[in-house]
């Protein structure tokens, strides 16, 4: 009997800075049995750098921490990751998403992040309602660059 190759993480954490490395390091431990390029484990762990750091930053109100989820789930060599917080939400998604916009001017970000996500990964998706929160969704499937260096567990 073949064993199915699905597999699903869930991980929940409060909303603090020092929680984006840990965001790293989980995305990659769950993608290396999949035996990423260099460059896919890269871009993975920018896009969900990125959203995470978009929870973190713009989620929660500065009067109290929140927390961001974390879901990944892997059908043999395709991935889907999706970050979200329960947070103040989104007004205008699509502005949102335009580059160089950011809701916080004053921490001088550079408002790339839902840009930076959309390059590296096969697939983005934003949802948010203002109150309630925002889900990011993400795909990627390995093996798309046969060139590139492959990671060794």
């Not at 969900?48 to 929870?55: F, G, H, K, L, Q």
């Not at 916080?104 to 959309?118: A, D, K, Q, T, V």
């Amino acid at each position: 009997m073949r064993r199915s190759s699905t597999n699903i993480c869930e991980i929940s954490f409060p909303a603090l800075s020092e929680n984006e490395s840990f965001a790293r390091m989980a995305v990659s431990a769950f993608v290396m049995p999949g035996n990423p390029t260099l460059e896919e484990l890269s871009d993975i762990k920018t896009a969900i750098s990125e959203a995470v750091t978009n929870a973190i930053l713009h989620g929660y109100n500065q009067d109290g921490i929140g927390k961001v989820h974390m879901r990944f789930e892997r059908e043999e060599d395709s991935f889907t990751f999706m970050v979200w917080d329960e947070g103040v939400g989104i007004e205008n998604v699509e502005q949102a998403m335009e580059p160089l916009y950011t809701s916080r001017p004053e921490l001088e970000r550079s408002g790339m992040g839902f840009s930076f996500m959309e390059a590296f990964m096969d697939s983005l998706a934003v949802e948010s309602e203002p109150g309630k929160g925002t889900k990011v969704t993400m795909t990627k499937s390995l093996g798309t660059n046969a060139d590139a260096s492959v990671c060794d567990e």
